[in-house]
């Protein structure tokens, strides 16, 4: 970008920051997953019109457009890999209205996502995706991944529940698409387009999300195996025998050892896998179904079920599943999270196949995860100084992909496709399916400024971890 180019933002930024010192854009070069990039400039403003006129300044002078949140995306998404402008929407976070009749949330981007939970909780409604990552990721950030998290089992994923958003179009107008209702089919469904198109073709400046009564009663069930396929197996008959669990987490015994060396409360480190089951809904089901979870498991060849009595119990339980993150990058510090998704009848397959890549490129592989919706998350823990090691896990995590895929599975399943995917997206959807989607972007942005470089790939490029 040119000195003049500076000059003509400036003059456009009239309520905001404009970032140019070096310091201060190396803050904005990374996100969780892997590679640094450094952005021309870096821009916080919370007014719509000004980003708008941003946008048709960028369209213009071609200037790369890269819209962030609090950067957790796993998968390279707000990286700014053609430098240009990054916008932080993270800031753009004044409004979170509840609106108990219509029973919506109003939010601007930057809100983090645990905040909608708390506030529609205090109106005794849910908002139930539910990313791990939601006490410290934005609305935004969100709905341009479309993550998802444990409860996606029974409730979905994000774009399950917005009905309306505001964006700015790639050539810089502001514009409404879908409302207030929950039903709506005027024309062309732009919210579901735009949700999980990670920022490819618009920025979301407002959201308009759908709500839901709180379910009363919950009831928390740990069943603990010697077999990561029998898990895999239970997983299967639990689902098929009429019963909808809020969530269904699988943990290997890498991760309850890492876990349990991390934080010590009695997890079996001799186990080969638990599933954590949470059954949600009127006290008196939930209290049935866990009875009939527990049946169900014990047929299997279950080794022990726990069936926590008190609040602190529970709480105790989902906090081991959440600790696994934390708890594995101790072992080494590289940290490659996946999220290949198969069918749930193929769960025991993809586990046992996971468990060959692992002997195979001699790698620490924790598999855990939303196994309910084959939603499995392989985590490669590594050392990326370790060149040769890295090398392995590359080849390791192109044959996790072609995995899922030969399993009628999908390369993610809620962590976007970003930099890190993009090589692999042919294989998935074959050449016409991607021309399609290249298609839709060259048509709504031209002059491909928005978030350029994600999704599509580059001719020849490939999965690079070893730098």
């Known amino acids: 970008m040119t000195v003049h180019h500076i000059e003509e933002i400036s003059a456009i930024v009239k309520t905001g920051r404009i970032l140019t010192n070096e310091s201060d854009r190396f803050s904005y070069s990374f996100d969780a997953s892997f590679g640094t990039y450094l952005p021309d400039v870096v821009i916080q403003t919370k007014n719509v019109e000004e980003l708008a006129e ?224 949470e059954l949600d809904g009127h006290p008196a089901a939930v209290r049935d179904e866990a009875e009939q979870v527990s049946q169900v498991c014990k047929e299997v060849g279950v080794r022990e079920v726990r069936v926590p009595q008190t609040k602190a119990e529970k709480e105790d339980v989902w906090k081991a599943r959440k600790l696994v993150s934390p708890a594995i990058v101790r072992i080494k510090p590289t940290k490659i999270s996946e999220d290949a998704t198969v069918p749930r009848s193929k769960i025991p397959e993809m586990c046992r196949r996971l468990q060959e890549i692992k002997k195979k490129y001699n790698l620490h592989l924790v598999v855990f995860g939303h196994a309910g919706d084959g939603n499995l998350h392989p985590n490669i823990i590594a050392d990326k100084s370790d060149k040769e090691e890295m090398l392995r896990v590359e080849k390791a995590v192109a044959e996790i992909f072609e995995a899922a895929i030969a399993l009628g599975g999908t390369l993610s399943g809620e962590h976007g496709i970003g930099t890190m995917k993009a090589p692999f997206m042919e294989m998935e959807l074959g050449a016409a399916g991607l021309n399609m989607m290249k298609s839709i972007k060259q048509a709504l942005d031209p002059n491909n400024i928005m978030n350029p470089g994600k999704i599509f790939p580059e001719p020849g490029q490939k999965l690079v971890l070893s730098k």
């Open 54 to 277: 941003l946008v048709k300044f960028a369209n213009r002078e071609k200037v790369p457009v890269y819209p962030r949140g609090q950067a957790t995306c796993l998968s390279g998404g707000p990286l700014p890999v053609k430098g240009g402008m990054v916008f932080d929407l993270s800031i753009m976070d004044d409004v979170l209205e509840i609106n108990e009749e219509d029973l919506i949330a109003i939010v601007s981007p930057g809100v983090l996502t645990s905040d909608i939970h708390k506030a529609a909780e205090q109106k005794g409604l849910m908002y139930p995706p539910d990313p791990s990552s939601s006490h410290v990721s934005t609305i935004g950030g969100n709905l341009a991944e479309n993550s998802g998290g444990p409860r996606g089992l029974k409730y979905g994923v994000t774009k399950d529940y917005v009905i309306g958003l505001e964006i700015i179009t790639p050539q810089g107008e502001i514009i409404q698409t879908g409302g207030r209702t929950v039903k709506n089919v005027t024309g062309y469904d732009l919210t579901k387009l735009i949700v999980g198109s990670e920022g490819t073709l618009g920025i979301i400046t407002k959201a308009i999300l759908r709500l839901i009564p709180k379910p009363p009663a919950s009831e928390t069930v740990m069943a603990i195996f010697d077999s990561l396929v029998d898990a895999g197996r239970a997983i299967s008959k639990i689902l098929s025998s009429g019963i909808l669990p809020s969530k269904m987490e699988l943990m290997d015994q890498a991760s309850i050892v890492a876990v349990e060396n991390y934080e010590p409360s009695g997890l079996p480190k001799d186990a080969d896998a638990m599933i954590l089951i």
